[in-house]
């Protein structure tokens, strides 16, 4: 699941869930189409230049998936 994978992410950096991405987000992350395109993943509010490839490999296998 994409909070599960959160964790893991969180766990790589050493840092809190929510700083790798909020709940809010991850509902938004979830209505992308496997597959979605960086411009699809730029769409979504919450994800910007500075975050979008960190997102993207992230999560688009749970996607994916």
């Given at each position: 699941?994409?909070?599960?994978?959160?964790?893991?992410?969180?766990k790589?950096?050493?840092?809190?869930?929510?700083?790798?991405?909020?709940?809010?987000?991850?509902?938004?992350?979830?209505?992308?189409?496997?597959?979605?395109?960086?411009?699809?993943?730029?769409?979504?509010?919450?994800?910007?230049?500075?975050?979008?490839?960190?997102?993207?490999?992230?999560?688009?296998?749970?996607?994916?998936?």
């Amino acid at each position: 699941s994409l909070k599960e994978r959160r964790m893991a992410v969180a766990k790589e950096r050493g840092v809190a869930a929510f700083i790798v991405a909020s709940n809010a987000l991850l509902e938004r992350i979830a209505t992308l189409p496997g597959g979605a395109t960086r411009d699809e993943w730029l769409q979504l509010k919450g994800i910007g230049e500075q975050n979008v490839e960190p997102l993207r490999e992230a999560f688009s296998k749970v996607l994916d998936d």
